[in-house]
């Protein structure tokens, strides 16, 4: 009784830090679960892409037994079958599960794993069944660059490839001091970058760093919700749509028109420096993030990083239909 209580009281109390803002929460708990020989799981329930797109990096995917639907459109390697040695006498097949948000217990159990990999805050319900079905829970809630580099170790770590994940860490740094490097004496331009435009919501912290690094200064409070009116009194020199789940499909000519927010006058439309970014670049904290920072470099300096992967300027047309 007591070891229920002391897990409802964790997950409340790590729930409540995250809807605070706190910068990260972290659960690893396990219940009555002898671990494996080789102390690393090897049966992964995969509820966050950048979860998938980490173990992807480091050569460890076969581990993913089940996953949303989002994890394979970041990482279309879990269309293939899974090994028999991680299988057993269970078909190829990974289970395709909800997402952090709405999965429910009984199906993530359905695929047996020894690890859940999930965003936080999540259910208190499932988690409370996933925790006392024995099975280790691992909730990710990355702000910052730091974070994810964190979060990256500490998957990498959990499967065994810890030197694999510490490569990753440095390509990714690498990557970074490069294009700062590059945009060091070029001229600063004020950028506003959204993560979603109904309502307006300014681009995560870990967006924000990667602006500064690609020679732009960040406009707006980051992850927070914001007016079209406040940011047309800022003027931003770029504006950047990165919309959850839009690919490259955001609707630019819309929201940058005189009938749309009132940005028409601002120097980003009368220069034509508006773009969409396909929003798995910059909205999943992972080592995709890499090719984020090239598009946004390419948006801000276009003249020295020239057109980039993922990068859409307002006088092109989506690959795909425009949502409505």
């Not at 289970?95 to 709405?102: E, F, H, R, V, Y």
């Not at 988690?127 to 998957?155: H, Q």
């Not at 506003?192 to 200064?217: H, M, N, R, T, Y």
């Not at 006058?265 to 773009?275: D, G, K, L, P």
Request: overall charge neutral; aromatic content about 4%; hydrophobic content about 45%.
């Amino acid at each position: 009784m007591h070891g229920v209580l002391r897990l409802r009281q964790a997950i409340r109390f790590a729930t409540g830090l995250a809807a605070l803002g706190m910068t990260r929460v972290t659960i690893i708990v396990a219940y009555n679960r002898v671990m494996l020989d080789s102390h690393h799981p090897r049966r992964i329930a995969c509820l966050q892409p950048s979860a998938t797109v980490i173990l992807a990096s480091v050569g460890e995917l076969e581990r993913v037994v089940a996953c949303t639907k989002y994890c394979v459109d970041m990482v279309p390697e879990l269309r293939t079958e899974l090994p028999t040695k991680i299988l057993g006498n269970r078909n190829g097949k990974r289970l395709i599960i909800a997402d952090s948000w709405t999965s429910k217990a009984s199906e993530i159990l359905a695929a047996e794993p020894d690890l859940v990999i999930a965003a936080v805050p999540y259910q208190e319900a499932a988690v409370s069944e996933i925790l006392k079905a024995g099975i280790r829970f691992l909730g990710l809630a990355p702000r910052t660059l730091e974070d994810i580099y964190t979060d990256i170790a500490m998957i990498s770590g959990s499967v065994g490839a810890g030197e694999r994940g510490a490569k990753v860490i440095s390509h990714m740094q690498a990557a970074l001091d490069d294009v700062r490097r590059r945009t060091a004496d070029l001229p600063r331009k004020r950028v506003f970058c959204e993560e979603w435009g109904k309502p307006i919501i300014v681009s995560q912290p870990w967006v924000a760093e990667l602006v500064d690094a690609a020679g732009g200064d960040f406009l707006g409070k980051p992850g927070a919700q914001c007016s079209a009116e406040e940011i047309a009194r800022l003027d931003p020199e770029v504006i950047i749509a990165a919309w959850c789940g839009a690919g490259d499909r955001v609707p630019l000519t819309k929201i940058t028109s005189t009938s749309g927010r009132g940005w028409s006058e601002t120097t980003a439309v009368r220069n034509s420096q508006v773009y969409c970014i396909s929003d798995e670049l910059l909205n999943t904290p992972a080592p995709t993030l890499v090719s984020g920072l090239g598009a946004l470099a390419g948006a801000i300096h276009p003249a020295v990083f020239g057109a980039q992967p993922g990068l859409r300027s307002i006088t092109q047309v989506p690959r795909t239909q425009t949502p409505q």
